[in-house]
């Protein structure tokens, strides 16, 4: 699973490395459709990764910073693993065999559900009282107050297993994307240079602001 560079051209995109190319073919179906879920996948897991290693590159102070970073590799990385257009990634599929790694999955996946996307668990608090003055004051109540607590998930430990969790499913994706590229490539050579010519090329289209609240079109 490469990476390759991509420039703006006056009639559209040019993907580099590629000098004899005429044409970069859409590829739709069923398998089209994996190939693009995968390689989104391999973003939102690579952006968590990379958090994880910036968290190293932050002063300590402002907490902030390493806490939003902190957070948001959790949101990434979950975000694979949970319902949404693309095919969800099973993690026992994954990190089948791997009880520890299952059960560190499991942490991060209630982590994210019930206390950093949606506030459930107890390791946020928030506990009302009222500051009671002596009898000898005018009045008795001094003043209303919340205690509040909010657990501390950034630990060495914690962050070792999402960084392992990460790797791994990384590696995953990246097989399974590169085992359907060598499909596709021998689907695709079984044909004549001219069907494949005349087939539908790849375009984008970019994403207006209308479009901020609908459900994208899922390749066909």
């Keep these: 699973m490469e990476r390759f560079s991509v420039t703006k051209t ?26 693009s879920d995968l390689a989104l996948h391999r973003a939102d897991l690579e952006f968590a990764a990379e958090c994880l290693e910036a968290i190293n590159h932050v002063p300590d102070e402002p907490s902030v910073l390493r806490q939003a970073l902190w957070r948001a590799a959790i949101i990434h990385f979950m975000k694979c693993f949970g319902s949404s257009l693309r095919f969800q990634l099973s993690a026992k599929k994954i990190y089948e065999g791997n009880s520890m790694a299952l059960n560190a999955f499991s942490y991060f996946e209630n982590l994210r559900n019930k206390h950093v996307v949606h506030d459930e668990n107890a390791y946020a608090q928030s506990i009302p009282g009222a500051i009671l003055n002596r009898s000898d004051k005018p009045y008795k109540i001094e003043k209303i107050v919340c205690f509040s607590a909010i657990a501390e998930t950034l630990s060495q430990d914690n962050y070792g297993n999402l ?19 060598e499909a596709q490539t021998k689907d ?3 044909k004549s240079y001219e069907d494949l010519h005349s087939q539908e090329a790849v375009t984008y289209t970019a994403p207006t602001l ?11």
């Design 10 to 35: 006056d009639s559209g995109f040019s993907i580099e490395g590629f000098p004899e190319a005429v044409k970069v073919i859409r590829i739709r179906g069923p398998e089209g459709k994996r190939l």
């Design 163 to 181: 960084h392992l969790l990460s790797q791994t499913a990384i590696a995953w994706v990246a097989k399974q994307f590169d085992r359907l590229c």
């Design 210 to 220: 209308d479009q901020i609240s609908k459900k994208r079109n899922a390749p066909l």
């Design 188 to 190: 695709l050579e079984a």
